[in-house]
């Protein structure tokens, strides 16, 4: 018996499974959760009339759009749809309706009356899925050629993906480059080759991280995949602020650069290290001086030991004690001593060593007496 889970191919760059009916038609189906930046639709099931017939239609890796439906058509999450592109029409996925979509469109600055939003033309038919599939196969053997082409001709760049358009006549291709790129002949080969009208969009090495797609060090998807569309600037002074080692080795993502995450809990050290003292020389103590090693700075301690870059025998004190320290040496005044007596508190816990024997339930048994001893107590 044949296992139904082999005629499923996941195509996980556009969020869709694909079967083969019995009659060898392809069937693909959304499967929600696999797409790159989704939006989770938390107003699920309720409807609204205003900006009803606006979708957000998703087509490969992190490319989506808002549409309106034209067609007169139902359409739901999960239909495939012809919409309208630049020349000829595209197929994608409707990935969310609803309220969701206005709160999209007001994120991205989409105004219906000032903006030209594109049109659903009408629900995918076979011929469309058929098409649309022979695209999708023509692309992994495309980019190679593409890279191929592109290093005979001896320019600095690196194709990182190609994207075929729904009806199969136009491709984009997505390419790295540090500096200006002339593609008058590139463009000539590649049409001369593929026969189809191209389209070179230049991206970066984080939206190359995110057409990608693949695991952080934290265990999770990237982040350029999951949800970032706007990548702002990332300097080491957002690890100095955390106090975090300028390790290039830990401090790089996957894409090379600088890791997002950096910028997310900056202000949160900002903040704490505005309430922190900057101590520039050590405290004056009656029996001697304490040096500043180290700082917690969430938690607004600071740690001082009496031997200068020791981290034996440190002694914490809070960011307010140690700005009233400061301002009593500023006066003429020392404290007696950093120095605490130790205290001498009860334990936390018990030892629980033996309590987990299995045979600790069982009634002991008595020891059975040898004849000798029985013998010597009858006499």
Request: hydrophobic share 30%.
């Amino acid at each position: 018996m044949n296992n139904p889970l082999e005629n499923i191919q996941y195509d996980c760059f556009r969020g869709c499974s694909v079967t083969r009916g019995e009659n060898g038609e392809t069937r693909p189906s959304y499967r929600q959760g696999c797409c790159k930046l989704e939006v989770y639709n938390t107003y699920k099931g309720i409807s609204q009339e205003q900006y009803s017939d606006y979708f957000e239609v998703r087509f490969k890796n992190t490319r989506k759009g808002i549409y309106s439906n034209g067609s007169g058509q139902s359409v739901k999450t999960g239909d495939l749809v012809i919409v309208e592109a630049a020349s000829g029409h595209d197929l994608g996925i409707v990935t969310l309706e609803g309220p969701a979509v206005v709160r999209q469109m007001k994120c991205k600055r989409i105004d219906p009356e000032t903006t030209q939003i594109r049109r659903i033309y009408r629900k995918a038919k076979q011929f469309d899925i058929e098409k649309w599939q022979e695209a999708i196969a023509r692309e992994e053997e495309t980019m190679i050629r593409a890279r191929e082409i592109a290093a005979d001709l001896g320019l600095e760049m690196k194709i990182g993906d190609v994207e075929f358009q729904g009806d199969g006549t136009k491709a984009i291709f997505y390419y790295i480059a540090d500096g200006r790129v002339d593609f008058r002949q590139l463009i000539k080969d590649f049409a001369e080759e593929f026969r189809i009208r191209i389209e070179m969009k230049q991206i970066g090495a984080r939206q190359e991280a995110g057409l990608i797609g693949g695991l952080g060090v934290c265990g999770r998807e990237l982040c350029c995949a999951n949800y970032i569309t706007e990548f702002k600037s990332i300097t080491t002074a957002a690890a100095r602020c955390q106090d975090l080692s300028l390790n290039p080795q830990k401090l790089a993502g996957q894409c090379g650069k600088l890791k997002c995450c950096l910028n997310y809990e900056v202000a949160a050290y900002q903040d704490a290290q505005s309430r922190i003292p900057r101590v520039t020389e050590p405290l004056e103590f009656e029996d001697g001086q304490a040096w500043l090693v180290k700082t917690d700075i969430l938690r607004e301690i600071m740690y001082f030991s009496y031997e200068k870059g020791s981290l034996a025998n440190v002694h914490p004190l809070s960011a307010g004690d140690v700005r009233e320290i400061i301002m009593m040496n500023r006066n003429g005044r020392k404290p007696a001593s950093l120095r605490k007596e130790p205290e001498i508190s009860s334990p936390e816990f018990v030892s629980a060593v033996g309590d987990d024997s299995i045979s600790r339930f069982d009634e002991k048994r008595k020891k059975r007496r040898s004849g000798k001893n029985r013998h010597k107590s009858g006499k």
